[in-house]
C-alpha cells in the first residue's frame, strides 16, 4: 500500500466525497498533504515544548492556542492546494468541497498533534507534563 | 560528629546566636553540631525568646531534610544539650531546651537572693560597701541591668549546676566550646570571666575534667555598638559604656588574655551613633538586628574553621593564643562589596540565595505550583504541602529571616545588601520588607544584573527563576520526600540562577 492509499484512507474515515475524493487521488494529493500535516503538527508540537519553551506560556489554556494554530494551517493547506491543482488541470468543484476537505485536513492534523504531543510532553521542558487531557499523568 | 558547645550569655549571646542561626540557614557550614546554650536571667526578654522560637523552628526544618545530600539550606546540625545527653545516653535528665534558667530569681530582689536580711550586721555593713541601695533592690528577674558585679554572683550557680555538670560529662576532646558575651553590660560582662576560669579549672562539683581543662575554648567580646535613650529612672546609663569596657579589658588583661586561658579572642565594637530605646528588660527589650551581631556570628564560623592544631592548650593554658578584630571599608551603609574577603565570601552567595528562595517563597510560590518543578514528581508540592508543618515552619522562619534583614538595614551601621524597603505596624516594628519591582535581579546592591543582550527573547525575572526550578527538579528527580525534594531543587537552582545572573 503506497502513501496516497494509507492517506486517502486516513482523510476518508471522516466521509468519502466521491468524483472529489476520486481525483484527489488521482492526482496524488493525500500524499503531500498527509505528510505536510504530520510534520506541520511536529514542528509546532516542537516550538511549544522546545522553542518557545517558557514558563509563562506552558499552560493547556497555551497548547490549545498552538493546537488551534495547527488546525487553521492545516485547513488553509486542506483548502488551498486542491483548489490550486484543480483549477491548474481544468476541473472545478463547488466551495464547499474544498472546505468540507479542509476541515477534515485539520481535524487530521488535530489528531496528529495530539500524538506528537504525547510522544513530546514527556521530556524536560518548562511545559513538560502539559496538557493533561486524561487521568493523572495522562 | 564534634559538638560546638556555644555559651549565649545575654541578650547580645541572644542577638548574635540568632544571626549564626540565619546564616546557618543560609547554607554556612562548620564541621560541627552547633549546641547553644543561653544563659540569661530575663527569661521574659524579648530578643532571648524570639532566638529560642528560632533555634526550635531551625531544628524541626533540618530534622525533616537532614541526609539529603542536593539541599544546601538549614544543613548544619543544631541540637540541645539535653539531646546530646540522651544520644550519649549519659542519663541524667535535664531541661530540654536553649536556655538555663537560673534558680531563685524570678520574681526576687538581688538582697533577697543573697538573703540580705539574715546578715549580721558586720555583713550587712559589707555588702552594702559593694553593692549600692539600687543593686540590693534590683529585680534579678529582667537581668542585672549593666552590674557585672550582680552578675558575677548570682551567675556563679551555672558553673554548679546540673546543667554545667551534663556538658561537662558530654564534652569530648575533639569538641570545641565558643563564648559570647557582651563587655559593657552586666550579664555577660560578668558571665564570660567567671565561665572560662571554671572550665579551664576542669572541675565540676568534685569531679575532675582534664579535656575539659585543656578544651579549646574561643570567645567574642562585644564592646558599645549601640547608646540608650538617658531616662533618669532606669538604671541602665550608656554614658558608663566606655568606662565599663575599660574597666572590664584591664580584667581581662590580667585574668583571660594575661594568663593565656583563652586559645582565640576576637573582639568587635563599633562607634555607637545609634540610640535604643531605654527598657530595663522584659518581653519589650527588643532591638533591632544589628551588623555587629551578624558579624559576631562570622566570627563562631572562623573559629569552627581554624586547624586544631593553632588552638592547642597545655595543662589549661592556651599555647597559641589568637586575638581578631573585624573590620570592613569605610561606609555608613554597608552592601557586600564594602565587606573584605573572608566576610564577603561567607556572606554574599549564601545569604543571597537565601534571599531569593525566601522571596520567592513569599511573592510567587502559592500561585506557581502548575508547573512541571511542582507537579510532575512522585512527590508533588501542592496546596496540601503548603498546609503542612514542614512548610508552616519554614514559613515562620522566613518572615524571622525577612524582619532579620530588614532590621538590619534599618541600623545604624546599616548592613544593606539587598534593595528592600521596610513595612512597619504602627509601634514602627518592621513586620517585613517590600520591594517594588519585578526585575528581581537589580535587587543585589552594587551588583549588576548580568544580561543576555543577545537575545531579546530571554527569560528574566520570575519566568528565568521558574525556568531554573524546572531544570533543578528535572536533574534531581524523585526525592525521598516532598520537603527533601522541595529544599532540593530551591537550594540547586537559587545556585544556578545567582551564579548567572550576579556572581
Not at chain 2, 564570660?192 to 582534664?210: Q, S
Request: proline share 2%.
Amino acid at each position: 500500500m503506497d502513501l496516497n492509499e494509507t492517506f486517502s484512507k486516513i482523510y476518508d474515515v471522516l466521509g468519502q466525497s466521491g468524483a472529489f475524493s476520486d481525483d484527489l487521488f488521482q492526482e496524488e494529493i493525500y500524499t503531500n498533504i498527509g505528510i505536510a500535516g504530520i510534520v506541520i503538527s511536529l514542528l509546532l508540537v516542537t516550538t511549544f515544548y522546545f522553542i518557545i519553551n517558557r514558563p509563562s506560556f506552558s499552560k493547556s489554556k497555551h497548547w490549545l492556542i498552538i493546537l488551534f494554530v495547527n488546525f487553521i494551517i492545516a485547513f488553509v493547506i486542506g483548502f488551498i492546494v486542491p483548489l490550486n491543482v484543480f483549477k491548474s488541470i481544468g476541473l472545478e468543484y463547488e466551495t464547499i468541497q474544498y472546505i468540507l476537505f479542509g476541515l477534515k485536513v485539520a481535524v487530521v492534523a488535530t489528531l496528529y498533534f495530539i500524538i506528537w504531543t504525547y510522544c513530546l510532553k514527556w521530556w524536560k521542558s518548562n511545559a513538560q507534563g502539559t496538557p493533561k487531557l486524561f487521568l493523572g499523568k495522562f | 560528629m564534634a559538638k560546638l558547645y556555644i555559651f549565649g550569655i545575654g541578650g547580645t549571646g541572644s542577638r548574635v546566636i540568632k544571626s549564626l542561626t540565619m546564616l546557618l540557614a543560609s547554607g554556612v557550614k562548620t564541621n560541627f553540631d552547633i549546641v547553644p546554650i543561653l544563659i540569661d536571667p530575663d527569661s521574659a526578654g524579648g530578643d532571648l525568646n524570639k532566638t529560642i522560637k528560632l533555634l526550635r523552628d531551625y531544628q524541626t526544618i533540618h530534622k525533616s531534610i537532614n541526609g539529603y545530600k542536593d539541599n544546601r539550606f538549614f544543613k548544619n546540625k543544631i541540637s540541645t544539650l539535653s539531646s546530646i545527653i540522651a544520644e550519649q545516653s549519659k542519663g541524667a535528665k535535664i531541661f530540654d531546651g536553649f536556655r538555663f534558667e537560673l534558680d531563685g530569681i524570678q520574681n526576687d530582689r538581688f538582697k533577697d537572693f543573697i538573703d540580705f536580711n539574715t546578715l549580721d550586721s558586720n555583713n550587712k555593713n559589707l555588702a552594702k560597701l559593694l553593692f549600692s541601695e539600687h543593686n540590693l533592690e534590683a529585680d534579678l528577674s529582667v537581668g542585672f541591668k549593666g552590674n557585672p558585679n550582680i552578675g558575677s554572683l548570682v551567675l556563679n550557680q551555672f558553673t554548679k549546676s546540673e546543667i554545667f555538670q551534663s556538658f561537662a560529662d558530654s564534652y569530648q576532646p575533639e569538641d570545641r566550646i565558643f563564648i559570647i558575651s557582651s563587655i559593657f553590660g552586666g550579664t555577660g560582662a560578668a558571665g564570660f570571666p567567671l565561665l572560662l576560669k571554671n572550665i579551664r579549672k576542669g572541675e565540676v562539683t568534685g569531679k575532675h575534667y582534664e579535656h575539659l581543662k585543656n578544651a579549646r575554648i574561643g570567645a567574642i567580646t562585644v564592646q558599645p555598638y549601640f547608646k540608650v535613650e538617658q531616662n533618669d529612672n532606669s538604671q541602665i546609663d550608656s554614658h558608663g559604656f566606655i568606662t565599663k569596657t575599660k574597666a572590664a579589658l584591664h580584667y581581662y588583661s590580667k585574668n583571660i588574655t594575661g594568663n593565656n586561658s583563652i586559645n582565640a579572642l576576637y573582639y568587635i565594637g563599633d562607634t555607637a551613633n545609634n540610640t535604643y530605646e531605654n527598657i530595663e528588660g522584659g518581653t519589650h527589650q527588643k532591638n533591632d538586628a544589628h551588623f555587629i551581631e551578624l558579624a559576631s556570628a562570622l566570627s563562631i564560623i572562623d573559629y569552627a574553621n581554624t586547624e586544631d592544631t593553632h588552638l592547642e592548650t597545655n595543662n589549661g593554658i592556651a599555647l597559641n593564643p589568637k586575638y581578631k578584630e573585624f573590620g570592613t571599608k569605610d561606609s555608613s551603609q554597608l552592601s557586600f562589596n564594602d565587606l573584605f574577603d573572608g566576610s564577603k565570601n561567607v556572606l554574599e552567595f549564601n545569604l543571597t540565595t537565601y534571599f531569593y528562595f525566601n522571596l520567592f517563597l513569599k511573592e510567587k510560590l502559592k500561585n506557581e505550583l502548575d508547573h512541571p518543578y511542582a507537579r510532575e514528581f512522585s512527590n508533588k508540592i501542592d496546596t496540601n504541602f503548603l498546609y503542612q508543618t514542614f512548610y508552616k515552619t519554614l514559613t515562620d522562619f522566613n518572615k524571622e529571616n525577612r524582619i532579620w534583614l530588614t532590621e538590619l538595614s534599618r541600623n545604624q551601621i546599616s548592613f544593606l545588601p539587598f534593595s528592600i524597603t521596610p513595612v512597619t505596624n504602627e509601634q514602627n516594628e518592621i513586620i517585613d520588607f517590600s520591594i517594588g519591582t519585578n526585575s528581581i535581579f537589580t535587587l543585589v546592591r552594587d551588583i549588576p544584573e548580568r544580561k543576555n543582550k543577545l537575545n531579546p527573547f530571554a527569560k528574566n525575572n520570575y519566568e528565568l527563576f521558574i525556568s531554573h526550578l524546572n531544570t533543578a527538579a528535572s536533574a534531581l528527580g524523585d526525592a525521598p520526600d516532598t520537603s527533601k525534594r522541595f529544599m532540593g531543587i530551591f537550594s540547586e537552582s537559587t545556585k544556578t540562577l545567582v551564579n548567572k545572573k550576579l556572581l
